[in-house]
């Protein structure tokens, strides 16, 4: 492989949309990005037949055959035991073998949150590896961290959350300086749960980290915070109330503008206004969330990834090689432990 | 007092638009419905200057001279144990008394639950009164149970949130046979926190609810759920997301039709069919949460509430009387115990 490349391991059999988008996807990263290189991780011949349709720099993109699937509904542990020759099982250990620097995927979350741990593994002094997807605000981006599979975290876990989710945003999203918070359920230190009350004051003797205090669920919207910690139980409901309250709500304003005559001339108009204005909120402009902590990079998109979001997940992981972000968060970890 | 009224024990003093707006809903309330009487409670002189604005039934509003004001920043116990002369104290003592069948409040949220539970009292056999508001949903309304501010709830208190919930469901907004539903990550039994994993089984043997299972977040707008349980902590989350989330998204909408000429043009015709259909998504059409499980009825209005959002409050105690909402609370935990 080239020395100056970052290599994407792909599985390109996850998801509700592969393997097609996933190689359009791919293609159109490798087209857009001199530096990236893909391995389309699957059954090869459904790989080669996607390939075929598009012009691209063939020794960027090479196919690794892998015989398997992971299906969403398998028991994630024993998915990954078993189906040793899957995509997402052969994706990953070209990561732990350092073959490739990132793996993505649009397949079985559970089967990407065990494996990723299982297979590529923590950094050592990692307690817990967060899933960070990042939310559109109404001034930018931020990063919801830990919305993973593994629930009722411990005040520790939430202060290496704050340190790895800092990191990721100066870093890799550029933001100065990270302004971090905690979910809580109102704005005083005394208010929360026994974890929020328990890592607050650890939060705040952090040195390393600027921790702004507690954020009201109601002020993420208006971006009031970078980085928002919070137990992955609460993190995904978050996220998932965003996806579903975004959509109902766009919905309502469809219904609204068909409802007359009136209207539907109306809804003419404001129509390339409009959807410029809301592409700021779509979940596929901003790639897919990391699973921060590992020895290599795991990214994790939308099951219903089309081609677009796969893109910008693949070129993503451009600056996460770059930026030595593993090496970093090592670094963080470590003074701690001083 | 009239034996057919349902008498309400009015804050006058709480909330951001006190008392004015909160008058003007009481006046506006007893003009609507006659059966109701209204107990003003606050300091007379600036109650009587309100009511001096308005024509009504003077014999159904009547004012209740109480000298201290409760700040949203007081430490709800030592204001409820040490402001005894409070508007929001008296008013309470009202209902604990049977003076009055309901208590309405747009004051200090901490303040009313607290009281709710000092100077009202609990049903005997209620582990844990929840604040209970009613969500907007693309085809109705969602109770949402418990959003209150006692968090880490156990088991028993979910199971009896998910009973209280579904008798207000069924009597108070009319839906037949509620669909209750326990918030969780994932829709499988085996899914979820310690917390949750322990209540599913529980609800799940519960014979005299309509248990469906686990909501994801994503599906709470959707309205698959008539009655959403869940942990304080969460719920809080979900509310105030709800309404943060909710005014940023029309916010981008405002931006993105005021951002061209031709989006202008079109935002003037489409603007009453608009406004038609996010009214239902508008938290002042549906009145007050109540505080569920105590012994006469205690609602929370937000803290921003203008005089509709008041009138609602108020007109909804009238079923919460008529249906014998604390009987059937009482009847069914009895059941429960044998």
């Given amino acids: 492989m080239g020395k100056d490349y970052t290599i994407i391991a792909l599985d390109a059999m996850g998801g509700?949309?592969?393997?097609?988008e996933i190689i359009k996807g791919a293609v159109k990263a490798v087209n857009l990005k001199e530096d990236i290189k893909v391995l389309a991780v699957?059954?090869?011949?459904?790989?080669?037949?996607?390939?075929?349709?598009?012009?691209?720099?063939?020794?960027?993109i090479e196919v690794v055959h892998a015989s398997e699937i992971i299906e969403t509904e398998e028991s994630p542990v024993k998915a990954i035991r078993t189906k040793k020759d899957s995509s997402l099982v052969v994706a990953m250990n070209l990561v732990k073998t350092h073959m490739a620097d990132a793996f993505v995927s649009a397949g079985s979350s559970g089967a990407i949150l065990v494996g990723g741990q299982l297979l590529v593994g923590r950094i050592k002094g990692v307690e817990r590896p967060p899933l960070a997807p990042l939310i559109p605000t109404a001034n930018g981006l931020s990063l919801l961290i830990d919305c993973g599979a593994n629930v009722d975290a411990r005040p520790s876990h939430l202060v290496q959350f704050a340190k790895m989710g800092s990191i990721y945003m100066e870093y890799i999203v550029g933001v100065k300086n990270p302004r971090v918070a905690i979910v809580n359920i109102g704005a005083e230190e005394e208010k929360g749960n026994a974890l929020v009350k328990e890592t607050f004051p650890l939060l705040k003797n952090c040195t390393d980290i600027n921790f702004i205090g507690s954020i009201e669920a109601r002020d993420i919207p208006s971006g009031n915070a970078d980085v928002i910690v919070c137990e992955a139980f609460v993190g995904n409901v978050i996220l998932k109330l965003y996806e579903g309250l975004g959509a109902t709500l766009l919905g309502k304003v469809k219904e609204g503008l068909m409802s007359s005559l009136r209207s539907k001339l109306g809804a003419l108009l404001i129509k390339p206004a409009l959807k410029e204005t809301l592409k700021t909120f779509q979940a596929d402009e901003y790639g897919g969330a990391p699973l921060l902590g590992l020895n290599g990079l795991v990214v994790k998109t939308h099951g219903s990834s089309k081609a677009k979001e796969v893109t910008n997940s693949i070129i993503q992981c451009i600056s996460f090689?770059?930026?030595?972000?593993?090496?970093?968060?090592k670094e963080k970890l470590l003074i701690e432990d001083k």
């Avoid at 459904?46 to 720099?57: H, R």
């Avoid at 090689?321 to 968060?329: G, H, L």
């Fill in 16 to 20: 509700d949309n592969a393997p097609a």
């Fill in 42 to 60: 699957g059954i090869s011949e459904a790989i080669n037949k996607e390939l075929a349709k598009y012009e691209y720099d063939t020794s960027r």
């Fill in 321 to 329: 090689r770059e930026q030595k972000i593993n090496e970093k968060i």
